[in-house]
């Protein structure tokens, strides 16, 4: 690895405006389970402490949730996966605000498998 | 939720070039109707007034098409569901202006379900 | 439509790095025939003349090929259709500039029907 | 070709945090087997000397992986066939930064076959 690649790369904040867990699945899991995907590559030598918080159409903002990047890795984070303060509901639309103490890179993913064939998104999150 | 994910984040104004209401649907309605989608993210604590206008390639400019993204809510705006000042034609192509008078996060996405298997794609709009 | 929104918005010059013509289709046509596009969106009061660029990883530049947005409108133009100086040839990567002497924004979308379901793409271009 | 076109256009830096090559595969390769592909563009007159550098979930950052992308020419580089300094595994998420001498732009490509239909997905990288 270049000696420049391990420096902090990114920004500390960053917004994800589509959030959606579609509510069914087809095919095996975990790989095709239907699954919102937030992935957070931390470049910098240092442990990156993440926040998330969600935003809907309907009710109040739910968070933080919080867990850790661990120094030069990445995390594909599963919005399924969430569970403190709570589960993440199926099945409605919501937003995604993406707070971490080191500069990091954040991509979004989904993979909706309600029909038979699996079909897949991404675009870069919205920095901050 | 952190105090600092509380503020207005993002811009007033963004664009997307793409648009295309597919005119057909396989599927489960509404969640596997096709469909056009504008994602806007307010994290701000006063509501956003949100105006959208869409330029197509044949005719002028349609719009404004007026709505409120309440503060701290996200709001996914089905272009399918647009009636004032008129509905989109499905199955031509558009393009659209967001404007907002607090800053909001815009992202895009489409669901295509004309075939038996749906598709999905998405893309952080423009900020301008 | 507002009075702002008919100011000319975006960038002179963008640039999409992804770029592939499936070589096969399935599926009605026009709408389903595999295709890539470079949708541009001109709010401005005046034509916009565009000019694309085409790379290729093993061959010379391509180009320019030159069209008109007129002002206030969207153009959805698909790459299978460029035939002045020369065709895009299917089934091989490239890349593109887009460059308009009024500012615009680009967004770029892909609808690869090579197998029996569509499946889709689109991100924003990078402006430059 | 426009002589502005000619110059070099992008940045020495891009980050893509999402990556994830799918384990299976359906359908003709190499077309349709399932990758995730980096594509790099070079519009100056001078090579590109180009490496990446990848970090996992669960073990240090791999690399560099270096080649060139000649002056005025494109690569859709897969990530299924780096090999030195090692392969990239299979159906585990990872994380990419891209160096360049030259400025360039980069964008993110999936194509997933595992099911019967193919699925795809794109988006610019993030410029550093």
């Not at 420049?4 to 959030?19: C, K, M, N, Q, V």
Request: aromatic share 8%; charged share 20%.
């Amino acid at each position: 690895m270049t000696q420049s690649a391990t420096s902090a790369l990114g920004r500390h904040r960053w917004a994800i405006a589509e959030g959606y867990i579609p509510a069914w699945s087809n095919g095996p899991e975990p790989e095709l389970q239907s699954h919102e995907t937030c992935c957070i590559l931390n470049t910098s030598t240092t442990d990156a402490q993440v926040s998330l918080t969600l935003y809907f159409e309907d009710r109040p903002p739910q968070g933080p949730y919080r867990f850790t990047v661990p120094a030069e890795r990445t995390c594909h984070k599963r919005f399924n996966d969430l569970q403190d303060p709570a589960p993440v509901p199926r099945g409605i639309g919501f937003s995604c605000v993406i707070d971490s103490d080191v500069p990091v890179v954040v991509q979004h993913t989904r993979l909706d498998s309600r029909q038979a064939e699996n079909s897949i998104m991404t675009t870069i999150a919205y920095p901050l």
